[in-house]
């Protein structure tokens, strides 16, 4: 199973839900767009909070320096982003993690968006957090991704329960709720496995 951890914007808590997921499937991971924090990379981070032995834990195929939207930070390191040059890792198990950056129609260049990254044999998971807006760009994204054809395997709420929030996009949209991450003082291996112990379930039934 292969599946592509999206959120309805930046910050939303995309890389905590990929690092539980991986370690409830004990998943490879792969990020193919870094834009900045190239010394503490998503990839990096999401090794450290996963402690399983199985994950392996993928390149980069673009690790561009400047925090910024991935077509604005490869023209900043003069170069252009070129799909065809991101090509899936050969992974180690059955399971693959795909992190993308930012939302589904986030630019990597100027034909290409961040939801042209999702091949046909991906899963997409969407990460929802509570903000004034969520549900609007919630929506809007699931709407994106089922235009597309693209099978969405369910949603992920971040931060503390909105329960009139959560039931109004899961009502509309009918896709399947895997998990919520709560507003967790701290982030580590032990939270994460926490997590995945309670995600794995409805994960396995993907």
């Given at each position: 199973?292969?599946?592509?951890?999206?959120?309805?914007?930046?910050?939303?808590?995309?890389?905590?839900?990929?690092?539980?997921?991986?370690?409830?499937?004990?998943a490879d991971?792969?990020?193919?767009?870094?834009?900045?924090?190239?010394?503490?990379?998503?990839?990096?981070?999401?090794?450290?909070?996963?402690?399983?032995?199985?994950?392996?834990?993928?390149?980069?195929?673009?690790?561009?320096?400047?925090?910024?939207?991935?077509?604005?930070?490869?023209?900043?390191?003069?170069?252009?982003?070129?799909?065809?040059?991101?090509?899936?890792?050969?992974?180690?198990?059955?399971?693959?993690?795909?992190?993308?950056?930012?939302?589904?129609?986030?630019?990597?260049?100027?034909?290409?968006?961040?939801?042209d990254l999702?091949?046909?044999?991906?899963?997409?998971?969407?990460?929802?957090?509570?903000?004034?807006?969520?549900?609007?760009?919630?929506?809007?994204?699931?709407?994106?991704?089922?235009?597309r054809k693209?099978?969405?395997?369910?949603?992920?709420?971040?931060?503390?329960?909105?329960?009139?929030?959560?039931?109004?996009?899961?009502?509309?949209?009918?896709?399947?709720?895997?998990?919520?991450?709560?507003?967790?003082?701290?982030?580590?291996?032990?939270?994460?496995?926490?997590?995945?112990?309670?995600?794995?379930?409805?994960?396995?039934?993907?």
């Open positions: 199973m292969k599946l592509f951890i999206t959120g309805i914007s930046t910050d939303v808590g995309k890389t905590i839900a990929a690092a539980i997921i991986t370690e409830a499937l004990e991971y792969w990020k193919p767009v870094q834009a900045g924090d190239l010394e503490n990379s998503d990839t990096h981070k999401v090794r450290a909070y996963v402690s399983n032995a199985k994950s392996v834990f993928h390149p980069n195929s673009y690790a561009l320096h400047t925090p910024a939207s991935p077509h604005l930070a490869a023209a900043l390191d003069q170069i252009r982003i070129d799909l065809n040059e991101i090509k899936e890792p050969k992974i180690t198990n059955e399971h693959l993690v795909i992190e993308g950056a930012g939302g589904i129609f986030v630019p990597l260049n100027d034909t290409d968006m961040v939801v999702i091949q046909p044999d991906y899963k997409a998971v969407v990460v929802s957090r509570h903000y004034l807006g969520s549900i609007n760009h919630t929506l809007l994204t699931i709407e994106a991704l089922q235009n693209i099978e969405i395997a369910g949603i992920v709420f971040s931060g503390d329960e909105n329960a009139a929030t959560e039931s109004i996009i899961l009502n509309k949209t009918g896709v399947r709720f895997i998990g919520r991450i709560e507003q967790e003082p701290y982030f580590d291996a032990n939270v994460i496995k926490e997590y995945a112990e309670c995600f794995r379930e409805v994960l396995l039934k993907l």
